[in-house]
């Protein structure tokens, strides 16, 4: 039986100015080529059905990335997206959040999804995230009760690099400073925009979209070992 990975996606659509957001492209793409020929993939969300992917994502990113949402097996896949209340850590092997400014929106703090993201970690189970998507994991606990971002390092689309697309109005909260303010040990790389892949245990994290082939290969690594 191949391992199982969860892709969690957003079902946020529009920022807290209204405008038009949700995951972003590449970041469920490049993961998704990587992983898909040897580990079964299923995605969920809040609300379930088609996830809103963030124009942006579609508009900048050449045809590689657009047939995620074009080819029928992946399609099929979006449109059948499960409500995060119908699956349970206890059938997967690791979980990854997709980012996109959607995730600050909703996943940071959607109840349910802190059960699920804290039922992973306490099992001992991959948790990972790229960009925005470690905001879903800010209101997951160990089994202590404590976030598990305390005494960790991890990465995120950092404060600059928000500040530079010019979102800053756009969300509640960053997530870099977020991840601080729980204690973690915030890693970035040396230039914004450049790919960074952080792992500490089962706690694997990109800092942006162009991080997120490293963080697929890095789930691939570690559910080989």
């Known amino acids: 039986m191949p391992q199982r990975i969860l892709f969690v996606f957003t079902s946020a659509d529009t920022t807290l100015t209204g405008a038009k957001t949700g995951w972003y492209l590449p970041e469920a793409a490049h993961p998704y080529y990587i992983l898909a020929p040897k580990y ?15 124009p ?4 900048a990113y050449p045809e590689d990335v657009t047939k995620f949402l074009e080819e ?23 979980v990854f959040y997709v980012g996109g400014i959607g995730p ?3 996943l940071a ?3 349910v999804n802190a059960k699920l993201a804290s039922d992973f970690f306490r099992a ?22 404590v976030s598990l971002f305390k005494g960790r390092k991890a990465t995120a689309f950092t404060n600059y690099e928000e500040g530079l697309q ?3 109005g756009e969300v509640p909260f960053l997530v ?23 792992q500490d245990g089962i706690l694997i994290t990109g800092q942006n979209p162009a991080s997120a082939h490293g963080v697929g290969e890095a789930i691939d690594r570690a559910l080989s070992a």
């Open 40 to 54: 079964d993939i299923d995605f969920a969300s809040p609300k379930g059905g088609f996830p809103p992917a963030d």
């Open 56 to 59: 942006d994502g579609v508009a």
């Open 72 to 94: 029928p097996a992946t399609r099929e896949k979006l449109a059948t997206t499960k409500k995060l209340s119908d699956v349970s850590a206890a059938d997967y092997d690791a």
């Open 104 to 106: 600050v929106l909703d």
């Open 109 to 111: 703090t959607d109840p």
């Open 124 to 145: 001992g189970k991959l948790t990972t995230a790229v960009c925005h998507g470690p905001i879903a994991l800010t209101s997951a606990t160990d089994a202590q009760g």
């Open 166 to 168: 010019g979102k800053l």
């Open 176 to 198: 870099e400073s977020r991840i601080v303010e729980l204690g973690g040990l915030f890693e970035k790389a040396a230039e914004p925009w450049l790919p960074h892949v952080v």
